[in-house]
Antibody, heavy 116, light 107 residues
């Protein structure tokens, strides 16, 4: 069955970096666009970034553009989010989700906390 | 960016009640709208895609309608397991944007 498992979250100081990973299984990863979506504690959902199945095209929310980089390794069935220059407002649960238009499958999320 | 608004922000209803949530887009998004259900501590779950298509395995008491800028999500007969927050999301344009959510609980 389809599984998405995020990892890499944790506590980081403002200005620091983290790299999130999402391990995919149960489907042909290279056939699907992938998305990162985040949710600050007690808040709503915020779309962060999207990458096409080939990895050739990416999109970002203005709030993370220039600081975050989405990538994928289709040979490893993995999606990544490199997060640099982290700010307090980046504190959230980060979900990876399959799909470009709608997200039928989500991971369980990984918590990123940006705090001194 | 396309702004999504939802109303109400929260509601309380009795078991068996019909529940309706509205979602409005700041510009025409055709039928490029999804509805998700999220329970505390869990990832969102897709219920409705393309404004009115019921996701496989989702009970038929859930439905969606609308096109353009105005959309409606309905639970025809509220069940205890429907206690959750519901979000709409547009995918007509980037950035994808979500509504602020509607929290549904039992009266």
């Amino acid at each position: 069955q389809v599984q998405l498992v995020e990892s890499g979250g944790g506590l980081v100081k403002p200005g620091g970096s983290l790299r999130l990973s999402c391990a995919a299984s149960g489907f042909t990863f290279s056939d699907y666009d992938m998305t990162w979506i985040r949710q600050a504690p007690g808040k709503g959902l915020e779309w962060v970034s999207n990458i096409k199945s080939s990895g050739a095209y990416t999109k970002y929310a203005d709030s993370v553009k220039g600081r975050f980089t989405i990538s994928r390794d289709n040979a490893k069935n993995s999606l990544y989010l490199q997060m640099n220059s982290l700010r307090a407002e980046d504190t959230a649960v980060y979900y990876c989700a399959r799909g470009y238009r709608y997200h039928r499958w989500w991971g369980q999320g990984t918590l990123v906390t940006v705090s001194p | 960016d396309i702004q999504m608004t939802q109303s109400p922000s929260s509601l309380s209803a009795s078991i068996g009640d019909r529940v309706t949530i509205t979602c409005q887009a700041s510009q025409d998004i055709n039928n490029s709208l999804n509805w998700y259900q999220q329970k505390p501590g869990k990832a969102p779950k897709l219920l409705i895609y393309d404004a009115s298509n019921l996701e496989t395995g989702v009970p038929s008491r859930f439905s969606g309608s609308g096109s353009g800028t105005d959309f409606t999500f309905t639970i025809s007969s509220l069940q205890p397991e429907d206690i959750a927050t519901y979000f709409c999301q547009q995918y007509d344009n980037f950035p994808r944007t979500f509504g602020p959510g509607t929290k549904v609980d039992i009266k």
